[in-house]
């Protein structure tokens, strides 16, 4: 399943978290997916946002699906399995 920020969302909210003072500055933020095959029901988690300083890890929220996503037909199923073969061929 192709997740884009549309399709998921935080399993908790995360209006504001705390950091040391020393730490906090340059803060960046990584999203790792999770490889899912449909069907994929409503809140699966589906990967996580990691935001780091420099130091380290400063807090991991997990990402969840925002709704279910259905089987494909065949059509479009035989199609994400060639698409598949050929990521899997070259990565």
Do not use: C, Q
Request: hydrophobic share 50%; glycine share 6%.
């Amino acid at each position: 399943v192709n997740l884009i920020a549309d399709n998921a969302y935080a399993a908790e909210p995360l209006a504001a978290f705390t950091v040391p003072l020393d730490r906090g500055n340059n803060i960046r933020w990584e999203i790792a997916i999770e490889d899912l095959m449909a069907p994929v029901d409503h809140g699966k988690a589906a990967g996580k946002l990691i935001l780091y300083d420099e130091f380290g890890e400063l807090e991991t929220v997990t990402l969840v699906s925002a709704g279910p996503v259905e089987r494909g037909n065949f059509i479009k199923r035989a199609w994400d399995s060639f698409l598949l073969f050929f990521k899997n061929l070259f990565s």
